[in-house]
């Protein structure tokens, strides 16, 4: 069962095509933790695409606050955009970046065609990637002396979290931990050295 907490979202980047009456639909999708990377994305393929008709963008990123976001690119307004956005609330996928390029192809498809295709288009990338629940993490460090590092790394592996240890004059373990569990691993850290852990 899911937790409260937990969201849909893609693993990897994909993408997927296929013509519509001569135009060409290329569906390019990327997971994405914040605005910036979406917009990132979609300048990426904005920059590839250059010589397309449209580069369209739909995006919804657990950001504080939640954000969502479609354009239509120049398409006629809601044909676009707004189908595709659609598509991922449908699918309740987050922290993804969706950008669909158009080849024109000489034939207009009229707004029903676009709503369609880019919805199509959407949901054709989205089945090419792999669709995985996620929860929301907190990263922190732990910075202990040698004769502690031990104690650390045993209640780390034990919590089942992901860390790394640098050793230097102190060690000093990056942790990221699901948000929920966090103050409770934190805790455990405390307890079992007495305080003498820097958080």
């Known amino acids: 069962m899911s937790e409260p907490d937990a969201y849909l979202t893609i693993d990897t980047a994909s993408t997927a095509r296929f013509t519509v009456q001569g135009s060409e639909f290329i569906g390019h999708a990327a997971p994405v933790e914040t605005v910036e990377a979406a917009e990132l994305f979609l300048e990426d393929v904005r920059t590839e695409y250059v010589d397309a008709t449209h580069n369209v963008p739909a995006y919804r990123v657990r950001s504080d606050p939640f954000r969502e976001y479609a354009s239509d690119d120049g398409e006629p307004s809601g044909s676009a955009g707004k189908p595709m956005l659609s598509v991922l609330q449908g ?42 629940e996620k929860r929301p993490r907190e990263r ?60």
């Open 91 to 132: 699918r309740r996928i987050e922290n993804v970046c969706v950008v669909v390029t158009r080849y024109f192809g000489g034939t207009k498809l009229g707004v029903g065609g676009l709503v369609k295709a880019y919805s199509t288009a959407t949901k054709d990338v989205l089945d090419a990637a792999e669709i995985v």
């Open 140 to 199: 922190f460090e732990a910075v202990v002396e040698y004769d502690d590092s031990g104690t650390i790394r045993g209640i780390l592996e034990s919590e089942g979290v992901e860390f790394d240890a640098e050793y230097g004059e102190r060690v000093v373990f990056d942790v990221s931990v699901p948000t929920a569990d966090a103050e409770a691993v934190i805790d455990r850290l405390r307890s079992a050295t007495s305080d003498r852990v820097e958080l």
